[in-house]
């Protein structure tokens, strides 16, 4: 409990450094702005054109077989939305820049940028991926249930080298992972896939936590709906890369037509302004809700990262779904990320898709429950899971000091 409270993330100690040396806070602020001044302008222009007028089509034939060639983003206009968005390419630019990577590729939802991914890697002939539990359910599902015909060997991080075949195109991890928190060493895991790219969802821990790119993740997802975005109001995804996989990722969005509305990358680009404030913020709220319920004998067992964060989950001795139906302040409601908290029981949303045995041998158990942090004060948000989590009664007891767990 006491770790809890005294825990410092990175970002408590040295403020982050983006990539290009300017510290994340001011990238988080400027990224993808630069040419505002001379445009004249402040905020980001939204571009809502689906075309591009052009009376030299044989520029245009060769703009286009320039990104049938290479993936990369046509000199000038766009040709077709499909193609790219100024709007949208802003908040690539930015996003590439927290992550420390050469390029970023933005998708109309966090599914569409990993089936994507495993689109690219499958079309080259590496259909087989390599992942570690628990991931979000859907991306369980979509591995398991192999939709883009991809074969998934399901292993713990010690074990992804073993596991790894000639046609392996992908490992994926999540870290720390929805919905248990877990933690992967990303260094250790990048080093046993060799040449295999790895992609890192980095939904959870944001670039202001965690920069996989940093430890030799090849690829880092983010659900962008989640933090990225930060207020509930954007459904979006995103993957951080070097500029030749991102490339294959345009093509593949260009055929596939998983495009992010400029409107979403507009809203995406200005989240991504607060982004350091709003993780520091509701991070430091979850610490000390981790630390309330980890001291309260309702509660079995606490789920905190050691990298911290906005997310807690815990597993309660009574009826998880009595939580559920007893806040008032906090909404319950799947996702999170947002300014406001959210409760969930993975169980029955996330993670429901995964098959039982497989959730349960991943560490989703039945009483446990998801609580993605906001900003409101603590106090009420505490008031509100106090009462939520019901009467105590003498069998709550239990050895508090072991409450709390954090995952290696
Ligand atoms: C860790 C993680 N990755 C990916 C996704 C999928 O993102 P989206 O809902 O934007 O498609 C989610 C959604 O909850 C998630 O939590």
Same mark, same amino acid.
């Given at each position: 409990?006491?770790?809890?409270?005294?825990?410092?993330?990175?970002?408590?100690?040295?403020?982050?450094?983006?990539?290009?040396?300017?510290?994340?806070?001011?990238?988080?602020?400027?990224? +993808?702005?630069? %040419?505002?001044?001379?445009?004249?302008?402040?905020?980001?222009? =939204?571009?809502?054109?689906?075309?591009?007028?052009? /009376?030299?089509?044989?520029?245009?034939?060769?703009?286009?077989?320039?990104?049938?060639?290479?993936?990369?983003?046509?000199?000038? !206009? !766009?040709?077709?939305?499909?193609?790219?968005?100024?709007?949208?390419?802003?908040?690539?630019?930015?996003?590439?820049?927290?992550?420390?990577?050469?390029?970023?590729?933005?998708?109309?939802?966090?599914?569409?940028?990993?089936?994507?991914?495993?689109?690219?890697?499958?079309?080259?002939?590496?259909?087989?991926?390599?992942?570690?539990?628990?991931?979000?359910?859907?991306?369980?599902?979509?591995?398991?249930?192999?939709? &883009?015909?991809?074969?998934? $060997?399901?292993?713990?991080?010690?074990?992804?080298?073993?596991?790894?075949?000639? %046609?392996?195109?992908?490992?994926?991890?999540?870290?720390?992972?929805?919905?248990?928190?877990?933690?992967?060493?990303?260094?250790?895991?990048?080093?046993?896939?060799?040449?295999?790219?790895?992609?890192?969802?980095?939904?959870?821990?944001?670039?202001?936590?965690?920069?996989?790119?940093?430890?030799?993740?090849? &690829?880092?997802?983010?659900?962008?709906?989640?933090?990225?975005?930060?207020?509930?109001?954007?459904?979006? +995804?995103?993957?951080?890369?070097?500029?030749?996989?991102?490339?294959?990722?345009?093509?593949?969005?260009?055929?596939?037509?998983?495009?992010?509305? !400029?409107?979403?990358? /507009?809203?995406?680009?200005?989240?991504?302004?607060?982004? !350091?404030?709003?993780?520091?913020?509701?991070?430091?709220?979850?610490?000390?809700?981790?630390?309330?319920?980890?001291?309260?004998?309702?509660?079995?067992?606490?789920?905190?990262?050691? =990298?911290?964060?906005?997310?807690?989950?815990?597993?309660?001795?009574?009826?998880?779904?009595?939580? =559920?139906? +007893?806040?008032?302040?906090?909404?319950?409601?799947?996702?999170?990320?947002?300014?406001?908290?959210?409760?969930?029981?993975?169980?029955? =949303?996330?993670?429901?898709?995964?098959?039982?045995?497989?959730?349960?041998?991943?560490?989703?158990?039945?009483?446990?429950?998801?609580?993605?942090?906001?900003?409101?004060?603590? %106090?009420?948000?505490?008031?509100?899971?106090?009462?939520?989590?019901?009467?105590? $009664?003498?069998?709550?007891?239990?050895?508090?000091?072991?409450?709390?767990?954090?995952?290696?």
């Amino acid at each position: 409990m006491d770790s809890a409270r005294t825990h410092t993330s990175p970002s408590d100690d040295v403020p982050p450094t983006a990539p290009t040396g300017r510290a994340l806070a001011t990238e988080a602020v400027h990224a +993808g702005r630069d %040419d505002l001044a001379a445009l004249g302008l402040h905020a980001p222009p =939204i571009d809502l054109s689906t075309t591009y007028p052009s /009376y030299d089509s044989r520029g245009e034939a060769a703009r286009i077989d320039a990104f049938a060639a290479t993936g990369a983003e046509p000199e000038g !206009p !766009p040709v077709y939305g499909r193609l790219g968005n100024p709007t949208v390419a802003r908040f690539e630019t930015a996003l590439a820049r927290l992550e420390g990577t050469e390029a970023a590729v933005a998708f109309a939802s966090g599914m569409a940028a990993l089936s994507a991914v495993l689109l690219v890697r499958g079309s080259m002939g590496l259909r087989h991926v390599v992942a570690v539990r628990p991931l979000y359910g859907c991306s369980d599902h979509l591995l398991t249930a192999g939709l &883009l015909g991809s074969e998934v $060997t399901w292993t713990d991080p010690a074990g992804v080298a073993d596991a790894l075949r000639p %046609d392996t195109g992908l490992v994926l991890v999540e870290s720390p992972a929805n919905p248990t928190l877990a933690e992967v060493d990303l260094r250790a895991v990048a080093h046993a896939c060799g040449s295999v790219p790895l992609l890192v969802d980095n939904t959870f821990a944001t670039p202001v936590l965690q920069r996989p790119a940093e430890h030799g993740a090849r &690829l880092v997802l983010h659900s962008a709906t989640k933090y990225l975005g930060g207020h509930g109001d954007v459904l979006a +995804g995103v993957v951080a890369c070097d500029e030749e996989f991102a490339g294959r990722l345009r093509q593949v969005r260009f055929a596939t037509g998983g495009v992010l509305h !400029p409107l979403a990358g /507009y809203l995406l680009l200005r989240g991504l302004s607060t982004l !350091p404030v709003r993780v520091r913020a509701a991070s430091a709220n979850a610490a000390e809700l981790a630390g309330r319920l980890a001291a309260d004998p309702r509660v079995a067992r606490v789920h905190y990262p050691r =990298i911290g964060g906005a997310m807690v989950s815990f597993e309660v001795h009574g009826d998880p779904h009595e939580v =559920i139906g +007893g806040v008032r302040l906090i909404t319950p409601a799947v996702s999170l990320g947002s300014v406001d908290t959210l409760i969930q029981h993975p169980a029955s =949303i996330s993670h429901r898709i995964v098959d039982a045995a497989d959730r349960r041998g991943a560490g989703v158990g039945d009483r446990l429950l998801r609580l993605s942090v906001g900003l409101e004060d603590v %106090d009420d948000l505490w008031a509100d899971l106090d009462r939520a989590l019901g009467e105590r $009664t003498a069998s709550d007891a239990i050895p508090q000091r072991e409450a709390l767990s954090r995952v290696e």
